[in-house]
């Protein structure tokens, strides 16, 4: 026997196909297709966890998503851990291990339980108020605390080992959820050919159908007919049915994000399945089918452990063969309740009675209740609730008053009536319009192409919620430009028709009371919270809701907003429209990280990018260091060597010697056409009409702002060709920046751009061995210093393959930079090699790229420069045209404050003492004995240790920099304060010999 | 996510293809070098951030590549057109979209502050 409250021949599982798991520790038996909350109840247990602030004993309230209460801690090994699921989502497999959480040393004692006898320190906004001072208290104190008591389950330590998948789906009509309205407006939709998708979020469709059993459609009971039209859609080939399937988020142009839980349930899933499976679905046209949420009813001490959701005992009962209690009372504001006692009554569980706080409630059901003999109390209300660990006694009294009467039972269903699931309507965008007369928010002004049809619509009734349905279906699909098919339809009968419902507050819990009635369960929220958040001066629905909490849980208020705004509205004296309702957000339930981020993690998060030179790279022992997506060559490293070390080895080596580095990572953009030149004008400061074909030239790019936006060197290879660089970060912008202008400023100019950047491997040879080393390996071109001076590039060939050889430097030696296509990089590099190596010459990385190039005042750009830095302010004034009549950032230029006095410009620190090395990004001041705060000057922008220079050296932003070349100024330290002195920029070679030989 | 129609390849395709490019039909004055820091302001600086009908560039960088102009409602993100670059703003002034208000102030809720 799977649980001693599983009742014979109640529910839908095979009583013969058992499944084992434990809670707690403790062994359980369930049935297989049942849930957490169903196996658990079937076995008697009710207590299922501790609430959130005040360690309250919590039972399972619902039968669904909707769950506050049942979060419980599922495991399959330790790594597959998840904390905070829902017991009544959470299907039940062979071997599951769960545990309740936020409790200790266990769950029937707990001693987080004190909180609930001091729930009087803990009122709406205690964090705020408690929390405000002393200041020094917030870090050692109060964070850690709050830390402590935040959160309920405990997240899981290990590596994640599942996988996750995600596709994307196109179709005609997204039908999300699957209760008679969805699957009606699917039956039509699909009729017509159009391509249909279906998606629930449970096992089997249904929705509503699980628990109703009084309801048949076309002569079927309403659950076998909602599985034969499941399996009629899927035997067509223009509809996908998704079961375990959520809608959860409805983005903008009917894109709708689904989850699929593919393993979950599965005892032994197979390992090439995903965990869970994201699709985003692109919708011509959507049909919101969500269905409504049975709301709970507000009194004191309401959320004691077997008190529930009237549907949610009802499914119990009907789907799973679980009675959960018996003798049951029932509190209700709703015809609907009276159903679930109906049931179980029939199924022989006593009912202790309909407590009933309407006058009048609906004809029908009262007099079946009196049919089947049980005692309705009309106008009464459930005042209190008894019990440690489960509801014992219930205490009903005559509404306005009067003595109250108590009723021993083990289980209370509640009912305030229901609330239309309008989450995704809302996420749409489209406008909610308050219903009055029903005291429902409803769909109002649509904002994408949807429908909402059924009970989340507001629709009323079985017959006219399935016409409203296979109308809407029909008429989406033939929106879409489906002919085929004709109409489709359906009878449906049910036994009652529901009436009722209230929100807010029941007797006993009204102003004036300070009991607690529990608004939100998940987050602790109490009735009289509301109306202290009131007092206390939140009167927006939005504020009410920060400083209470209430709604702000994980189940995002799907039981108490509605409640929470009655309650505001009756305090505030304002109707329920007038103080609005909070938005909704995706997602409409908690999804996994791994279904969001699928295969977009560890080595797939972000790719790497490698340069064609990467592999004898790490060859050759390099580290690299991330330059963007780049990986890049930092240092080599040789045998004992400190990074230190490896630099001013290197260093020296290409000034003493030569060295190889890779610039394969630079930026390249072909430049070709009649007008290349003149498209050049615009696009850079300099002029390249005077540039001769077999040169280069360094230029500078500028924003329409007049501020440096990107630099490099730009080779002329023929009248209408130019091999232009980046920078390597600057690569893509660049390319964007010369398009955006080729096409829609300078369309007339006859101009092709293309990046090249991953076409060529660039090798840089660099010192003054560097032509010995590649002389006898290039072929058809004069690399003499006399026919191939700095700045030129020819086309020949090296090692037999074609090339662009550059002669130009970012070292200060001479230098030469090998561009072959990117095929040959490795082979044209090891030959270089096998000739620089033998002559002493060292690979160096980007670290040593840096300081010497530092060490001739080179500037890179987004380092020595900001986004508000000049040319004029680089003292790169001489690559400014003073001739051209216009170039992006002519104008910018001259600016009054681009031409200002008192600028910050680019200059170079000398340390007193030349062992020093600055901080790069520290503050610059003229004076260190001013009081703070003191006036900045500027700040250092490269610093380094020059192994060549036997000293420190730095560039800094300081303002009037010019101005202050040989003055002393201040570096202030935490320890201590740097006395520098203001240098030009080139610390090596002023006269450039070095460069030119 | 945006579905934005490409007017050079002639049909709609996934935001994720393309990349915004600022306000449309803000002409480069092409006597640049001579224009004052008022026009210069207006032509760089200054933007309408309108609620409701705005005129826009985009490029279709995953794509055709090009560069063209769409008028899309800031309110609903509701595309009205697409077009291509250097045709002529169009004139939508018949069919603006209703600028609901959707913002809800202190202004509106409290009445006037104190």
Known sequence: MSGANRIAGQGRLTPARTARFTFDGKTYQALEGDTVASALLANGVHLVGRSFKYHRPRGILSAGPEEPNAL???????????????????????????????????????????????????????????????????????????????????????????????????????????????????????????????????????????????????????????????????????????????????????????????????????????????????????ILATGSIERHMVFANNDRPGIMLASAARTYLNHFGVAVGRKVGVYTASDSAYEAAFDLKRAGVTIAAIVDNRDKPGEAVLAEARKLGIEVLVGHSVVDTKGKLRVSSISVARNGGGSARAIPVDALLMSAGWTPSVHLFSQSRGKVAYDAASGRFLPGTYAQDCLSVGSCNGTDGLQATIEESLAAGELMARATGNEGGGKVELRGENAFEWTGGMAGAGEGAGVDTTVKAFVDFQNDVCAKDIRLAVREGMHSIEHIKRFTTNGMATDQGKLSNIHGLAIASEVLNREIPKIGLTTFRAPYTPVTFGTLISHSRGDLFDPARKTPLHAWEEAQGAVFEDVGNWKRAWYYPRSGETMHDAVNRECRTVRNAAGVFDASTLGKIEVVGPDAAEFLNLMYTNAWDT??????????????????????????????????????????????????????????????????????????????????????????????????????????????????????????????????????????????????????????????????RAEKGYIIVGQDTDGTVTPHDASLSWAVSKKKTDFVGIRGLKRPDLVKEGRKQLVGLLTKDPNVVLEEGAQIVADPNEPKPMKMLGHVTSSYWSENCGRSIAMALVAGGQARLGQTLYVPMPDRTIAVEVSDMVFIDKEGARLNG | MLLIYCPYCEEERSELEFRHGGDAHIARPTNMADITDEEFQEFFFLRDNPKGLIFERWRHIHGCGRFFNAARDTVSDKFVMSYKAGEPKPDLSGNAPATEKTVETYEATEGTAK
Request: aromatic share 10%.
């Open chain 1, 72 to 286: 419980i801690d599922v495991s399959r090994d330790a790594a597959r851990r998840q904390p905070n699921v829902r017991a009544p989502v959470q299907e039940v497999f062979d071997g599951m291990k769960v545990e309740s959480q936020n409790r200790w040393p266990s769950l029937s004692f707990d001693i987080g339980g004190i909180n609930n006898l001091l729930s009087p320190f803990f009122a709406a906004g205690f964090y705020y108020k408690t929390f405000m001072w002393p200041k020094a208290a917030w870090e050692k104190v109060y964070e850690p605390f709050i830390r402590k008591a935040a959160g309920l389950g405990v997240a899981p330590t290990e590596e994640d080992p599942d996988h996750y998948a995600s596709r994307y789906a196109y179709c005609d009509v997204l039908v999300a959820g699957g209760g008679v309205a969805g699957l009606s407006a699917a039956l039509a939709a699909a009729e017509t050919g159009a391509r249909v998708i279906l998606c629930d979020e449970q096992p089997e469709v249904g929705g509503a159908l699980h628990y109703d059993t009084s309801v048949t459609i076309d002569g079927q009971s309403g659950y076998a007919w909602a599985q034969a039209t499941a399996a009629k859609l899927k035997a067509m080939e223009n509809v996908t049915v998704l079961t375990r399937t959520t809608a959860f988020g409805y983005y903008n142009h009917n894109f709708v994000a689904l989850v699929e839980r593919v393993t979950d349930h599965l005892a032994r899933p197979d390992k090439k399945l995903p965990r869970e499976r994201m699709w985003q679905v692109r919708a011509k046209r959507v």
């Open chain 1, 691 to 852: 540039l001769k074909p077999g040169r280069c030239r360094y230029g500078i790019m500028l924003r329409e702002d007049g501020f440096v936006y990107d630099d490099g060197v730009v080779g002329r290879l023929a009248e209408d060709r130019f091999h232009v660089t980046t920078t390597t970060g600057g690569a893509p912008r660049v390319m964007n920046h010369m398009e955006d202008y080729l096409q829609t400023e300078f369309p007339h100019l006859k101009v092709w751009l293309t990046s090249t950047t991953e076409q060529w491997a660039v090798i840089a040879v660099q010192g003054p061995k560097a032509r010995e080393i590649i002389e006898p390996l290039v072929e058809g071109i004069d690399i003499s210093n006399e026919a191939f001076p700095h700045m030129s590039v020819r086309e020949g060939k090296i090692c037999g393959v074609p090339t662009r050889l550059f002669r130009m430097s970012f070292t200060g030696e001479a230098g030469f930079e090998v561009n072959v296509p990117a095929d040959y990089g490795q082979s044209v590099l090891e030959a270089i090699w096998a000739r620089a190596e033998p002559l002493g010459a060292c690979a160096y990385g980007t670290e040593t790229m840096h300081v010497l």
